[in-house]
């Protein structure tokens, strides 16, 4: 029976913290962020490990913000992981090809 109040009680808790992240966000905002379609246009590259890399909440708001026209972009996000944001150029070509998620690199 404690283990179910407790289960509750954390359920709870979690609830409430993703209401109060989303209320941080201008309504127009939120709706923004959850229509771009980003999949395929960056790449969370691991270097020199194995381990499956701590992925930011507001990931998709770093590709936006921080996506050039022109050039590729690597934003260092953590130890050993890096994020590759390909340019609106490459993106818009004919034969784009869509990158995957995650890659793990060896330097």
Do not use: W
Request: glycine share 2%.
């Amino acid at each position: 029976m404690k283990t179910y109040i407790t289960i509750l009680i954390l359920l709870f808790c979690v609830q409430i913290e993703f209401a109060n992240a989303q209320q941080n966000l201008p309504i127009g905002e939120v709706k923004n962020i959850s229509n771009q379609n980003i999949e395929g246009t960056y790449q969370i590259q691991v270097i020199n490990s194995r381990d499956q890399p701590y992925i930011p909440a507001n990931l998709t708001q770093l590709v936006l913000n921080n996506r050039h026209a022109t050039d590729v972009v690597h934003l260092n996000i953590g130890t050993n992981v890096r994020l590759k944001i390909l340019p609106t150029s490459d993106i818009n070509k004919s034969d784009f090809k869509p990158l995957e998620k995650i890659a793990h690199f060896a330097e």
